[in-house]
């Protein structure tokens, strides 16, 4: 891109010299989509225009040019689709204050609207997460739906939050009666659900927490935009029992789940599997009846039956207790089938170790393909035969071999328990209504995701996601990094959880957020791992844009001109223009800052970001040196930023040659 724009015509032009801008904005995306477009299927463009028709017939797809279609629309989608595709000017403002250990912490939290942060997100984590889960409002009409505004998103989140002087009345839930009841929830979900797969990797998958209110339209929603033959399941959990119902006790809710890319995990031989719930209690119960009892198996084995018969009903590690015969592998059972399922299956001569003579076969015919795999098994310890051939041989299964499993598409996981356990880490106080299990939210991180992975959650709450991350990190060697997001939405004074919440000095919702990770890294098990957030807020941007004259006079001309000669606002701060550098760069939020010294003590830093392997030298004083230039030793690859009024043509032309200028 030329130096010198129609916006700027005016400042310093170093005359015959290319010099990148730093970009002001995130990208269009929509001007991004059409390029990609336009260079697969260049046919499909007439007159410079993208034509549908002629873009679905090369596809081999047949147009449907009838008013009546197949699909999900709503008032407002037209709206919803403008509000995801324009680019935002909102950054992310660093805040050490609210931040464990700032320079260390591979976990971030940021305040602010989730679709702004989401945009400003995109460059740095495109095609990077491998876990989202969000739990957005369920659109029951007693929850706060977030209104989008088009003109300017940035100004509407500071004004609902009560960060700009105009009241904070739009923050009122949405009534069930009050038309576009459903469509006001899908127009607010659709922009964030397409950013949010943007970002997803190929293997990443999405869980969204719904309830009946908007399941099926969520599940609509989310086949129009990561694609029907993406949908992985639909998991209920019981949160309850409601005994005042009338019809019907509705107690439960789901997680919807979506992979980026299921043809591709089917590819790839992708199994989830997860530890089967209870198998290192028992591990820990058979090590102790060991060190008490030695090789008296009798011994341990009539301890193991009294161990297990103290699980209650519903308890999930009860078909554990199936395991119940024990020798030195430990507990285990044998009366597996070994016939084919549905019968039909092959039939071969198996002899009886000690009579030598052919076993009993199942009617169904064996379950192993050929006698050599039969012998295999047999040879593994893994087939029990009967006292003669009598008796048709069974399988043996060991608890602590087989101990992970296939996730249950159904699980039990009451809301009261949730509340307890949250409850418990403000001292049990109630500063949040209706959190989700931490417990489930690490199974399910540990299901979904591996160590070292990035896990996203932008509609954190109390942050529940992010202690799932910490929960699942403890003893892993590379620690999962979580990314929280959460509004300031303020707290009021009058039920419970408002009270306790500001008895603690916590305001918003992103304070409870905040605190409850604080409080958790302060736990003994969190704090030996060495854990640490980062906070960042969405800030407004730290450069000005020409906004044009209001009296089309010379004067007003020239006092434009005077204050738009350095493009960064008035009163801006270092650290926070180096930050909006980075995102604008598409560098990851666990960048490192760091000082530089330079001849004359200037203010440059070094920005390194680990998890891509890249790096920028940043100098932002109002003027450069020859000196300084030369102490940083850049090389062609090597990208300087710095401050448009900075340079002198001179400067300009050294630094374009010798590096990858870009300025601001
Ligand atoms: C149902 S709660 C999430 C609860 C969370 N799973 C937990 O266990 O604590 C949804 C949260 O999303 C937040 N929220 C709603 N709209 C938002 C938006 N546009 N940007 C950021 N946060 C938003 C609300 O403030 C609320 O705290």
Same mark, same amino acid.
């Given at each position: ?106 976990? /971030? ?115 129009? /935009? ?9 998991? /209920? ?282 409080? /958790? ?144």
């Amino acid at each position: 891109m030329a130096w010198r724009s129609a916006d700027r015509a005016a400042t310093k032009v170093h005359m015959t010299i290319d010099i990148d801008h730093v970009a002001d904005a995130t990208p269009d995306l929509r001007e991004a989509m059409l390029d990609r477009l336009r260079e697969a299927v260049p046919e499909a463009f007439v007159d410079g225009k993208l034509d549908v028709v002629n873009l679905a017939s090369l596809a081999g797809e047949a147009t449907d040019t009838a008013a009546e279609r197949y699909g999900l629309t709503w008032p407002g989608k037209r709206e919803a689709i403008a509000m995801l595709q324009a680019p935002t000017r909102a950054t992310l403002a660093p805040d050490r204050a609210e931040s464990t250990n700032f320079d260390k912490a591979e976990h /971030v939290f940021i305040e602010g609207e989730n679709l702004e942060v989401l945009k400003v997100l995109h460059r740095s984590y495109q095609g990077r997460v491998k876990l989202i889960y969000i739990d957005p409002p369920y659109n029951t009409g007693k929850d706060f739906i977030y209104p989008d505004d088009f003109a300017d998103p940035l100004d509407r989140y500071l004004r609902i939050t009560g960060q700009k002087d105009a009241a904070g009345d739009l923050l009122t839930s949405l009534p069930e009666r009050s038309g576009r009841f459903h469509s006001n929830w899908l127009s607010m979900m659709y922009p964030r659900l397409s950013h949010a797969r943007q970002l997803l990797r190929e293997d990443g998958f999405i869980v969204v927490s719904i309830d009946d209110a908007e399941q099926a339209n969520l599940v609509r929603l989310m086949d129009e /935009v990561f694609g029907e033959e993406n949908r992985v399941a639909v998991l /209920v959990y019981d949160r309850n029992r409601k005994n005042d119902a009338k019809l019907f006790s509705v107690g439960h809710e789901y997680m919807v789940v979506y992979a980026r890319n299921k043809a591709w995990l089917k590819e790839s031989g992708v199994k989830l599997r997860a530890p089967k719930e209870g198998v290192e209690e028992v591990r820990a119960e058979f090590d102790r009846l060991r060190d008490i009892h030695g090789s008296d198996w009798t011994k341990i084995r009539a301890d193991l039956i009294s161990y297990y018969n103290t699980f209650e009903d519903e308890d999930p590690r009860l078909p554990l207790a199936r395991f119940n015969k024990v020798d030195e592998k430990g507990p285990y059972r044998d009366d597996g089938d070994v016939s084919w399922p549905g019968g039909g299956g092959p039939r071969y001569r198996i002899s009886h170790p000690v009579t030598r003579k052919p076993v009993k076969q199942s009617v169904r015919g064996w379950l192993y393909p050929t006698r050599k795999r039969f012998i295999e098994m047999c040879a593994a310890g893994r087939i029990v035969f009967g006292p003669d051939e009598k008796t048709v041989p069974a399988i043996r299964s060991n608890l602590f071999e087989a101990d992970t499993q296939v996730m249950h598409s159904v699980t039990f996981s009451y809301a009261q328990t949730a509340t307890q356990q949250f409850n418990a880490i403000f001292d049990n106080k109630k500063v949040f209504d209706n959190p989700k299990s931490y417990a489930d939210l690490e199974r399910l991180v540990r299901y979904l995701s591996e160590p070292g992975d990035i896990v996203l959650d932008f509609f954190a709450g109390s942050n529940t996601t992010l202690h799932g991350v910490l929960r699942a990190n403890i003893g892993e060697r590379t620690p999962r990094r979580g990314i929280a997001v959460q509004m300031a939405e303020p707290i009021e004074a009058g039920s419970e959880s408002g009270n306790n919440a500001l008895a603690l000095g916590l305001k918003t919702l992103a304070d409870v957020s905040r605190e409850r990770i604080r409080r /958790v890294l302060a736990e003994a098990e969190h704090k030996n791992t060495g854990a640490n957030v980062r906070c960042f807020k969405i800030a407004a941007s730290n450069t000005q844009r020409w906004k044009g004259v209001q009296e089309r006079t010379v004067e007003a001309y020239q006092a434009q001109l005077d204050a738009f000669m350095d493009t960064l606002t008035p009163g801006w701060k270092v650290e926070d223009v180096i930050w909006e550098v980075a995102l604008r760069e598409g560098y990851s939020l666990t960048s490192r800052v760091e000082p530089v010294a330079v001849p004359g003590g200037g203010t440059f830093h070094r920005v390194t970001d680990p998890e891509r392997g890249w790096s920028f030298m940043i100098g932002l004083d109002d003027a450069l040196t020859f000196e300084q230039v030369r102490s940083l030793g850049l090389s062609r690859d090597d990208l300087f930023v710095c401050r448009d009024t900075a340079l002198d043509d001179t400067l300009a032309a050294n630094l374009a040659l010798q590096c990858r200028l870009k300025v601001i």
